[in-house]
């Protein structure tokens, strides 16, 4: 059974830039739900996709925006960067909405 | 909303000692979920225990048990005979029973256990 992936591993973007960042949701589960991790900090909900379905969001602006495709894979997309969405991004699939989260190895994003 | 409180930055303890982890959490909420979570320096986020706050018996798994107190809203996180590999940060989060499943984190304590 192959568990979260996410790539890249590494991604280093300028101010303004746009950036995708990808999961692979671990099989059979139809949830993903995305996380942004500061520096030291916990890692914060970024919004959460269902069965195709945005099925909550945090507290983000709308220059976060992600997509889950039928094979549950997901993307995050995001606008117009600024230095402060420099992070690691965290994907977690779960086989529904309310089982245990699987987390990826993350993304590790750098504005400059 | 939920906010999730760990009081301890950084722990150290020497191998095979006992370590206890503090948690504590404000929700108006009377069912959720409470889980510790344990992420390596590789970073890969683990699930280490989950507690349904209904459930009054404290979960266990193997060397890793919780103190949960519903009325204290507290949730600490006890690690017997610890070893060289659970040398980790560790999360508490919270999630609702009901809603859009989100997990609210703390902090984190950055625990290293030495030889």
């Known amino acids: 059974e192959t568990g979260v992936t996410q790539s890249p591993t590494h991604l280093i973007k300028t101010r303004g830039q746009q950036v995708t960042l990808r999961c692979s949701s671990q099989s059979g589960h139809n949830t993903v739900s995305w996380y942004q991790q500061a520096l030291g900090q916990g890692p914060q909900f970024i919004f959460q996709y269902y069965r195709e379905e945005e099925n909550g969001r945090g507290n983000f602006p709308p220059r976060f925006s992600g997509l889950q495709f039928p094979n549950y894979s997901s993307e995050l997309n995001v606008n117009a960067l600024e230095l402060d969405d420099s992070a690691l991004y965290l994907c977690?699939?779960?086989?529904?909405?309310?089982?245990?989260?699987?987390f990826g190895p993350g993304t590790r994003l750098t504005v400059l | 909303a939920q906010t999730v409180t760990q009081s301890q930055p950084e722990m150290s303890v020497q191998e095979a000692e006992t370590v206890t982890l503090s948690c504590t959490y404000d929700t108006s909420e009377n069912n959720y979920y409470l889980f510790w979570y344990k992420q390596p320096p590789s970073r890969q986020m683990i699930l280490v225990i989950r507690q349904e706050a209904y459930k009054q018996q404290n979960a266990t798994e193997n060397r890793f048990s919780v103190n949960f107190q519903k009325a204290a809203k507290s949730f600490s996180l006890k690690i017997s005979d610890s070893q060289l590999g659970d040398t980790a940060m560790y999360f508490c989060a919270f999630m609702k029973y009901q809603g859009a499943q989100k997990l609210v984190f703390g902090q984190g304590t950055r625990l290293t256990i030495n030889p």
């Open positions: 977690a699939s779960s086989l529904t909405a309310r089982e245990e989260q699987f």
